[in-house]
């Protein structure tokens, strides 16, 4: 019986584990993809600004 109890509070303390390392690492990813599509819209101002810079010399 008391070895029951044991495992059960093990599975508990495992699956709480479980939950919080997967909630820190969808942070993790979270706070990654929001500064790489940050990078990304940096570079489409930028070669938007350069292809103005070029239909403005062909003008």
Known sequence: M?????NAS???TLS????QSQENCNTNSWIILRS???????NIKLFNAFKNLD???GS
Do not use: C, G
């Open 2 to 6: 008391d070895q029951k109890k044991s």
């Open 10 to 12: 093990k599975n508990t």
């Open 16 to 19: 709480s584990f479980l939950v």
């Open 36 to 42: 790489l599509i940050a990078k990304k819209q940096r």
């Open 55 to 57: 239909t403005e010399k």
